[in-house]
């Protein structure tokens, strides 16, 4: 199947720095990619929608300038989460799909951790 | 807006016998697919089984096969002859179909803890 991988898979930083972790689909081109966030036993939740070339498209209640999305190339989507905080201690997982294909399936990275003092 | 439903918290099943996890959803669209996805410790997504909604043949992936009931919107995963590594999480998930962009997005129940014993 497709891959996708994501990086770091875990990193640590100190309250207000920015940390930013990287999609990367490896062997197809993706136009979207999703960004999950997923608290230690609850199920993932969308936090927004990666388009290439364009705006990423953010959930209800997800904020923008906190969460910074960038998606610049067909095989690439940046999440920065900026002014990092305890309370944005979380695993983050993206996903992606071919475009060209036709069986619904998503691909995911490895997930990061990301761990805020 | 699509929900899935997952009522079943956690799950437990002896090794080599057969379990049922649950899963409802809500859509008005009539072309979608549903896919079970298995979380192990590593936290990994890993896919178990997809289906799509205009197929009326329940799909099957060896040990694993799914009762699709479209009527009732219904979509539970078996598990036969569990082993020790299907101790996971595992999450029932839905996508419309033909869509792009955020309208594509996968949307995930709340997840089903299986634990599998000796």
């Known amino acids: 199947g497709a891959v996708v991988s994501q990086h770091p898979s875990w990193v640590i930083c100190k309250s207000g720095t920015s940390v930013k972790i990287e999609c990367r689909s490896l062997?197809?081109?993706?136009?979207?990619m999703f960004w999950y966030r997923q608290f230690p036993k609850q199920s993932l939740m969308l936090m927004a929608t990666?388009?290439?070339?364009?705006?990423?498209?953010?959930e209800q209640g997800v904020e923008k300038d906190k969460f910074l999305i960038n998606h610049a190339s067909l095989t690439l989507s940046t999440l920065t989460v900026t002014s990092a905080h305890p309370e944005d201690s979380s695993f983050y997982i993206c996903?992606?799909?071919?475009?060209?294909?036709?069986?619904?399936?998503?691909?995911f990275g490895e997930g990061s951790r990301l761990t805020v003092l | 807006a699509q929900t899935v439903t997952q009522s079943q918290p956690e799950m437990s099943v002896q090794e080599a016998e057969t379990v049922t996890l649950s899963c409802t959803y809500d859509?008005?669209?009539?072309?979608?697919?549903l896919f079970w996805y298995k979380q192990p410790p590593s936290r990994q997504m890993i896919l178990v089984i997809r289906q799509e909604a205009y197929k009326q043949q329940n799909a099957t992936e060896n040990r694993f096969s799914v009762n699709f009931q479209k009527a009732a919107k219904s979509f539970s995963l078996k598990i036969s002859d569990s082993q020790l590594g299907d101790a996971a999480m595992y999450f029932c998930?839905?996508?419309?179909?033909?869509?792009?962009?955020?309208?594509?997005?996968?949307?995930f129940g709340t997840g089903t803890r299986l634990q599998v014993t000796l």
């Open positions: 990666s388009n290439e070339g364009s705006k990423a498209t953010y």
């Open positions: 859509t008005s669209e009539s072309d979608y697919y």
């Open positions: 062997d197809f081109q993706a136009t979207t």
């Open positions: 996903s992606a799909s071919p475009w060209t294909t036709n069986t619904g399936e998503l691909f």
């Open positions: 998930a839905y996508r419309r179909a033909r869509f792009t962009g955020t309208a594509s997005k996968l949307t």
